[in-house]
Structures are given as structure tokens and as C-alpha cells.
């Protein structure tokens, strides 16, 4: 159990890329961390930096009160576990789980005692201990590879996309158990995914990056409902928030988003107003869920000059819920409504847009206004 604290931690390679750009961040001890980004946003760097298996440029990092900085990985009592298991194909699953503690020399009796009681609480079976990897399946030989990590009972767990290799329904399986394990264990555990629902779904908070920086750190629903930026607004979410590019307009009976030219204008709420009465005249980017936006005559949040004429392009049921996806002029955007709506492609239809649950970013900066 450890607190693991980052303190303006970079990471240039050789070379000159700037992986990670000054990253500050506190981990709680037990917390369930999960680094989250597109592909080459300097998740993995920033996981391998606090196993220690990658240097640090600038910067530092502590483990329950110690700097590892220059501590060598094995001794920063951390557990890693791997997007390819890297168990040794040549071992026991037995043998495999038992192998650190043999180096480390423990007891006999102590390792055969910590290997069971792994192997029981990821329901590696008697038999399977003595098969070798080869001979078991992609979700077997990853809760081989955990149970590895929790005979060490470690300070600090680590994941780097554990479950990328894994099918999908293996995937969902397999996100619940390492969940169900972090309560069990109650240990910290910092997970790297490039996927935002295991991000949402398994997270006590989350750190999303991109670039190398962090853009924003908190709890999945805080991230859902107030994204910092348009980076993370559209990358927390699936089908993904609607953007719309416009400017703030006074007219009479108070301020609108309006396009350019293109016609589309929609009036804010009086409440949001009073946060946006600065950027009149100027570049903003309206954007919505999909969830907040359905047909006016079915939404309950349906108000005069909060609506758009759309056509029907696309309809995707999806059993609970429908995606319509629509166009409008040069728009297109995404309605996500209860799955025994109908819609048909071609169709008109009216859209109105929960105007509450709205948000806008400036311009320029993309970052969020209110
Ligand atoms: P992520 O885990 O988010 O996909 P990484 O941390 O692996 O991202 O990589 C961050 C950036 O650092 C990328 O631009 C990547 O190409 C670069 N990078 C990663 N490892 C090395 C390395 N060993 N040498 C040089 N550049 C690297």
C-alpha cells in the first residue's frame, strides 16, 4: 500500500522527444489510478517511469514517502503486469507465479502458501498450476500474470493495457475481476488503457493525457460532466460529444450561439449566459452529448429556439438505446435516444437539444467557458 506523488516529472528520449511534459500528481494510497489517451500520449512512459524501468529526466517521484528516483525497479516494492503476460514459456504456471519470491529467496512453504492463495483468488484451478502457459487461453494466462504480481503482495500494482490481447467479452470479464481484486486487496493500482470505457468503469479517478500532459485528473462522472477542454470532452464518451463551431450573439431576449452564415443558431440558457456575456462576438465551440439531444415532440427538455432541423442518415439500435446520426447543412451530429424509438434514413425530423447540459469552449483556446 503506497501514496505515489509525481512531482514535475518529464521524460525526453533520446532524440528529443518530450514524452511526458512536467507532470505533477498525487496517488492515493489503495486508489485505483487510470491513465487514459490516444496512443503515444505518454501513458506507458509515465507507468514505466514509476517502476523505475525508465529513467526520469527531470523531476520527482516517491513511493510511500521514499524518492525512487534512483532506486532500482526491484527494490521500489512494485508489481507490473504487462500487455503481453511475459510469462516465461518454459515454466510451470506454478513455477511462474513462484519465481520472484524464489529469487528472493523466501521459504519453501511461504511461496507455496502465496501462490495458492493467489491462485484461489483469480480461480486458477489445481490443475491449471502445472500446465505451462501455451496450454491456456489469453484470459488464463493474464490472471496468471496478475497472480504473479500478488504473490509479491507489492506496495503499488501496475498495469500497462492488460487487457488489450484479450477478446472482447474476455475483456469485460476480465475488467470486473481486476476490479473486484482492488477491493479486495486494497491496494493502490495504477492502470495505463487507451480505452475510456475500462478508463470509466474502473477508475476511482482518472488522469487523462495527451501529448505528453496531463489535461485533466478526476473522478469518471466529474470527467463525463465537466471536461475541462474540448480534448477531453470528446474523448470521454462514446458515440462522443457533438461539436459545433459558432459565435456568441446578443439578440434580443438575451445571448445565442450562432454559426456564420450557416444559419444554425440556438439560444443559451439564461443561467449559462451570465458566464458567457465576455466572449459576445466572439469564436466559441457549442458542444453536446448525445444523450441530451432527441426529437421534440418525444424530449421532455424541448423549448422554443432550442431546436434543429435535421435529416436522418444513419440508424444504429443497439438494443437499450438507438444512434441516430444526422445531418443538417454542413452538419452532422449524434442523437443517442431509448432503444424502442423509430427512425427511419431520410427522415425529417425536429432535434431539440437539452440546453441545461450544454457546454461551450472558447474558441481559440479550447478550453471550456462554462
Ligand atoms: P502511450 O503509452 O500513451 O502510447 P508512450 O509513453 O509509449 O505513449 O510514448 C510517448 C511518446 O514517446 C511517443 O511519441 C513515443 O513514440 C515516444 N517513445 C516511447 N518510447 C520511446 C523510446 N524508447 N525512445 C524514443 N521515443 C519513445
Known amino acids: 500500500m503506497a501514496k505515489v506523488i509525481l512531482e514535475n516529472v518529464c521524460k525526453i528520449y533520446p532524440g528529443g522527444v518530450k514524452a511526458v511534459d512536467n507532470a505533477n500528481l498525487e496517488i492515493n494510497d489503495q486508489e485505483f489510478m487510470v491513465f487514459v489517451g490516444p496512443s503515444g500520449c505518454g501513458k506507458s512512459t509515465t507507468l514505466r517511469m514509476i517502476a523505475g524501468l525508465e529513467e526520469i529526466s527531470s523531476g520527482k517521484i516517491s513511493i510511500d514517502g521514499r524518492i525512487v528516483n534512483d532506486v532500482p525497479p526491484k527494490d521500489r516494492d512494485i508489481a507490473m503486469v504487462f500487455q503481453n503476460y511475459a510469462l516465461y514459456p518454459h515454466m510451470t504456471v506454478y513455477k511462474n507465479m513462484a519465481f520472484g519470491l ?3 529467496k523466501y521459504p519453501k512453504a511461504e511461496i507455496d502458501q502465496r501462490v495458492r492463495e493467489a491462485a484461489q483468488i483469480l480461480g486458477i484451478t489445481d490443475e491449471q498450476l502445472e500446465r505451462k502457459p501455451k496450454a491456456l487461453s489469453g484470459g488464463q494466462r493474464q490472471r496468471v500474470a496478475v497472480g504473479r504480481a500478488i504473490v509479491r503482495k507489492p506496495k503499488a500494482f501496475l498495469f500497462d493495457e492488460p487487457l488489450s490481447n484479450l477478446d ?3 475483456r469485460v470479464q476480465m475488467r470486473a475481476e481486476i476490479s473486484k481484486l482492488h477491493s479486495r486487496l486494497n491496494s493502490t493500482m495504477i492502470y495505463v488503457t487507451h480505452d475510456q470505457v475500462e478508463a470509466m468503469t474502473m477508475g476511482d479517478r482518472i488522469v487523462v493525457m495527451k501529448d505528453g500532459l496531463i489535461q485533466q485528473v478526476a473522478e469518471p462522472i466529474d470527467l ?11 474523448f470521454i464518451g462514446s458515440p462522443p460529444m457533438n461539436f459545433f463551431k459558432g459565435v456568441i450573439e446578443q439578440r434580443s431576449g438575451g445571448l445565442w450561439f450562432a454559426e456564420s452564415g450557416k ?13 458567457l456575456t465576455g466572449h459576445v462576438g466572439k469564436a466559441v465551440v457549442f458542444g453536446i452529448r448525445p444523450e441530451d439531444i432527441n426529437e421534440k415532440a418525444l424530449a421532455s427538455f424541448a423549448k422554443p429556439d432550442q431546436t434543429m432541423n435535421a435529416t ?3 440508424v444504429e439500435p443497439m438494443g437499450a438505446e438507438v444512434y441516430i446520426y444526422l445531418t443538417s447543412g454542413t452538419h452532422n451530429f449524434t442523437a443517442r435516444v ?3 424509438q423509430r427512425a427511419t434514413v431520410g427522415q425529417k425530423l425536429e432535434m431539440a437539444f437539452d440546453m441545461k447540459k450544454c457546454h ?8 471550456v467557458v462554462v
Request: glycine fraction near 12%; aromatic fraction near 12%; proline fraction near 2%.
Open 102 to 104: 524464489m529469487l528472493r
Open 168 to 170: 472482447a467479452k474476455m
Open 224 to 234: 463525463y460532466d465537466n471536461p475541462k477542454n474540448m480534448f477531453v470532452a470528446g
Open 263 to 275: 444559419g444554425f443558431a440556438i439560444r443559451v440558457n439564461d443561467d449559462m449566459a451570465g458566464k
Open 312 to 314: 436522418v442518415e444513419v
Open 338 to 340: 431509448n432503444g424502442h
Open 360 to 367: 461551450f469552449f472558447d474558441g481559440a483556446t479550447e478550453q
